[in-house]
């Protein structure tokens, strides 16, 4: 019995590994590639901004990317930054605060000193964008454990099941939290260095999100064994978004105008 169950055990756990496949890529994240504007268009307003992202749709986006931390109180920011001072006008931590203490702040005094904008809440930037518009969104957790914002999301999404979005995150366990509560939900792991890889047959996105230079085609080869879609960041020359789409990547984030 010890050496059935063993056996079987086993086997679940190489066939995790090594015999998987992504199954829920549908239609619309399969014209290819798209191009996602990397925090809005910053030109004329802040990155994460409500100004961005419309500069960004009114020059062709169709999908925006954005960073999302959640506050005290639960309320979903749209913010690189975990503190507030290197962008804003206040101080602290977004994770730290509750939603009344920021409404109150700009962001962009630095980058953007004539035009710096309210911090807005993801609810805001839904509500105002147009109904067709699709979200890469970035889940920022300051430690692996914390899944927070993860949690502030699944709820978010779980009122608004018409959003069409990826929700992606450099920590493996946010990603993996968010497929175990919800599987509907497309996912894209974010990794900078070649090493952290190999988490990508443990944790089963449905897109990867490298860094562009990063790619080659063995992580090409992965990715169609296993049916995974490949969004490339931050792609910002021409040359490199010509090469992204000869090697017919599912995406390509940046901070260009649309091309």
Request: proline share 4%.
């Amino acid at each position: 019995m010890i050496i059935l169950v063993s056996t079987l055990l086993l086997f679940m756990i190489l066939h995790h590994r090594y015999y998987w496949s992504v199954n829920d890529r549908d239609k619309h994240h399969d014209i290819n590639p798209i191009y996602y504007s990397h925090r809005g268009l910053k030109i004329n307003s802040p990155e994460n901004t409500i100004g961005a992202f419309k500069d960004a749709l009114d020059t062709g986006f169709n999908w925006i990317e954005l960073d999302i931390i959640s506050t005290r109180d639960n309320k979903i920011i749209c913010s690189h930054n975990f503190d507030l001072e290197r962008e804003t006008n206040g101080v602290g931590y977004i994770s730290e605060l509750k939603e009344n203490d920021l409404s109150p702040l700009y962001t962009g005094i630095y980058t953007h000193k004539n035009n710096p904008s309210k911090l807005p809440t993801l609810e805001d930037v839904v509500n105002t964008l147009p109904i067709h518009t699709g979200y890469n969104i970035e889940i920022k957790a300051p430690i692996l454990s914390d899944m927070s914002t993860a949690r502030a999301l699944l709820a978010f999404l779980g009122n608004r099941p018409n959003i069409k979005c990826i929700v992606s995150s450099f920590n493996p366990f946010v990603v993996a939290y968010i497929k175990i509560f919800n599987r509907s939900i497309k996912t894209g792991f974010l990794f900078q260095n070649l090493e952290y890889f190999w988490i990508t047959h443990w944790i089963h996105p449905t897109y990867i999100h490298p860094r562009a230079d990063l790619i080659d085609d063995e992580m090409l080869r992965v990715a169609k064994r296993h049916n995974i879609g490949v969004n490339a960041w931050t792609v910002n020359n021409k040359a490199a978004i010509k090469w992204c789409e000869e090697m017919e990547l599912n995406g390509i984030i940046t901070d260009l105008e649309i091309i």
